[in-house]
């Protein structure tokens, strides 16, 4: 193996795929996705160069399809790669110098990845324009399918006997068939898209949703929805059917963040970011415009202020007064613990 000094680089990562008649790509997975910096380890240096060795590959952002001799030339420097040398489906080595926004179906695929193998965390990287990048697919027990192409393919299975089950529709795949991070529980696998951040120790039940380009640092509960851009810290528990604001759309263009060990309530939603140790009443939308009435310990009352100037302070409970109807907003004490045998993941 060379010594010389490496060339900075971001990401690379070898992937195996499926495309469309038009020869186009639909999706891509990269079992090993490697994240680059200032100081890669020796072997993943070591992979780098002799995937790049291989494939002639001459710097900057490039997407190199990989033929069946080359992969009989992977040099063992590549150990991780060995198994794509019996792929009878498209191989592809993508490399990422600098981070800038995804280009092609395998950029974003492994810019997903990235996220979903826990190398990178929300808003860690450039994923500007990736809803236009990645095309929609039927995602079926058979695999990828362009849905121009379903049709045929569903007479096809249908005529030979076994029926196609078409699991959903989407740009985004479900995250567990294709990583399965470790020291977590989903319930419902559509439910988290490839590209969320999911934390050792989160469980997600049923009624949980993770979008892409957000997540959880785990230990986390998850009963509610994590949308686009959302980040939930250690110990937080989205009680069922809860709600984060997204970005995507709606207007809303702050992220929103929880700390650690807070509580959103069943049927609550959070318009604002949150810090440590905070609870939200159970069925109360907390939006960044709601005027809020600060209460003190005492029970007298303070001054009223716009939600929004309450972001991300910590110990504060968030609750609709049921007597006169105001949203109210009280110091606490202490925090809420997770339930210990929720959370056991063996
Ligand atoms: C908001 C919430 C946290 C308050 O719980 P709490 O801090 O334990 O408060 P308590 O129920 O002990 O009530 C404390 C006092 O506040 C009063 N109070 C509570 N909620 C009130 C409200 N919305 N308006 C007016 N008073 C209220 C209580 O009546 C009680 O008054 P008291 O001191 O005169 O007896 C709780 O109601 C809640 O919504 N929890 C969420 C649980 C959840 O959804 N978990 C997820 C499941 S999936």
């Known amino acids: 193996m060379s010594n010389k000094a490496m060339d900075p680089w971001f990401a690379f990562g070898l992937g195996v795929g499926s495309k469309n008649a038009q020869g186009a790509w639909l999706e891509v997975f990269f079992p090993a996705p490697q ?31 990989v033929t069946a001799e080359q992969l009989k030339t992977l040099p063992l420097a590549a150990k991780t790669y060995q198994p794509f040398v019996d792929s009878s489906r498209p191989v592809v080595a993508v490399f990422l110098a600098s981070d800038v926004a995804p280009e092609s179906v395998p950029e974003a695929y492994l810019k997903l990845h990235l996220l979903s193998h826990r190398l990178v965390q929300p808003h860690g990287q450039n994923l500007t324009g990736i809803f236009k990048v990645l095309p929609n697919v039927a995602w079926t027990n058979l695999g990828a399918i362009d849905p121009a192409e379903l049709p045929a393919a569903q007479l096809k299975a249908r005529l030979s006997g076994a029926p196609l089950t078409v699991r959903m529709v989407d740009k985004f795949p479900q995250m567990i068939d294709y990583v399965v991070p470790s020291g977590i529980r989903i319930a419902d696998g559509a439910r988290v898209r490839l590209g969320a951040y999911v934390g050792s120790g ?27 851009s959302v980040w939930v810290g250690a110990g937080s528990d989205l009680g069922g059917g809860c709600s984060t604001m997204g970005i995507l759309s709606g207007g809303n263009s702050t992220p929103i963040s929880i700390g650690k060990n807070c509580l959103l309530g069943a049927n609550s939603g959070l318009g604002i970011p949150l810090g440590d140790d905070c609870t939200v009443e159970s069925g109360l939308y907390l ?32 609750r609709r007064n049921s007597l006169n109807g105001a949203l109210e907003c009280l110091p606490i004490k202490g925090s809420i613990e997770l339930n210990a045998d929720l959370h056991d993941h063996n």
Do not use: C, W
Not at 49 to 61: H, I, T
Not at 207 to 212: D, R
């Open 287 to 318: 939006t960044a415009a709601s005027k809020v009435r600060l209460v003190a310990r005492d029970g007298s009352d303070g001054r009223t202020v716009k939600a929004r100037e309450l972001a991300g302070r910590s110990g504060l409970l968030f």
């Open 35 to 65: 994240i680059g910096g200032d100081l890669p380890s020796s072997h993943v240096a070591a992979e780098h160069d002799a995937l790049a060795k291989l494939l002639g590959y001459s710097g900057g952002n490039q997407v190199i399809e």
């Open 202 to 228: 989160t469980t997600v039940m049923q009624e949980g949703f993770i979008n892409f380009n957000a997540g959880t640092e785990g230990p986390n509960m998850i009963e509610g929805r994590v949308s686009s």
